[in-house]
T-cell receptor, first 114, second 110 residues
Framework: DGGITQSPKYLFRKEGQNVTLSCEQNLNHDAMYWYRQDPGQGLRLIYYSQIVNDFQKGDIAEGYSVSREKKESFPLTVTSAQKNPTAFYLC?????????????FGPGTRLTVL | RKEVEQDPGPFNVPEGATVAFNCTYSNSASQSFFWYRQDCRKEPKLLMSVYSSGNEDGRFTAQLNRASQYISLLIRDSKLSDSATYLCVVSSLTGNQFYFGTGTSLTVIP
């Protein structure tokens, strides 16, 4: 089946630890995105990538890092520098870069910092 | 000022009712507009794109008013399964970023 997968579905982390969230897509989409969603708030953009080996910061990139070594994969690392990492993390992709194509979302990862 | 603003609701309506949501956006140069649906603790899913001429998909009608910078979603003959949060999404000027509203919560009551 074509789609976007994220793993794990639930993740628990101790304070001070880095953790990496996986996002994979087999849709052959050029662009990929990471958002976080907090209760009562809209999705906020962390990072996005329009092409392999290139990515840009979104509105709330501090404390996060990404890589885009393969077209299919866009992992997000939540570092210990992120002050309030507990949130619902959503990965998305869209077919073309630099235009307004529809975004499709993965099922998300719920990160809880203990 | 937020890029996109929505009334959070909640909207509680009986089955069969017609309900409308509005969403305003701040950047007059925004290019594309969408409505997404998000069920509790799930990912957003595309409901429909919003075109300048307005568009309809079954019981759902979306409209865009560029002069007043708002988009709307009308749901006719509400079903229990329509209960969800509806997110308004607007693209950036360059088209490579999307801005999400906080969502409007709808509960359809039997």
């Amino acid at each position: 089946d074509g789609g976007i997968t994220q793993s794990p579905k639930y993740l628990f982390r101790k304070e001070g630890q880095n953790v990496t969230l996986s996002c994979e897509q087999n849709l052959n989409h050029d662009a990929m995105y990471w958002y976080r969603q907090d209760p009562g708030q809209g999705l906020r953009l962390i990072y996005y990538s329009q092409i392999v080996n290139d990515f840009q910061k979104g509105d709330i990139a501090e404390g996060y890092s990404v890589s885009r070594e393969k077209k299919e994969s866009f992992p997000l690392t939540v570092t210990s520098a992120q002050k309030n990492p507990t949130a619902f993390y959503l990965c998305a992709s869209s077919k073309d870069r630099g235009n307004t194509d529809t975004q499709y979302f993965g099922p998300g990862t719920r990160l809880t910092v203990l | 000022r937020k890029e996109v603003e929505q009334d959070p609701g909640p909207f509680n309506v009986p089955e069969g009712a017609t309900v409308a949501f509005n969403c305003t956006y701040s950047n007059s140069a925004s290019q594309s507009f969408f409505w997404y649906r998000q069920d509790c603790r799930k990912e957003p899913k595309l409901l429909m794109s919003v075109y300048s001429s307005g568009n309809e998909d079954g019981r759902f009608t979306a409209q865009l008013n560029r002069a007043s910078q708002y988009i709307s979603l009308l749901i006719r003959d509400s079903k229990l399964s329509d209960s969800a949060t509806y997110l308004c999404v607007v693209s950036s000027l360059t088209g490579n970023q999307f801005y999400f509203g906080t969502g409007t919560s709808l509960t359809v009551i039997p």
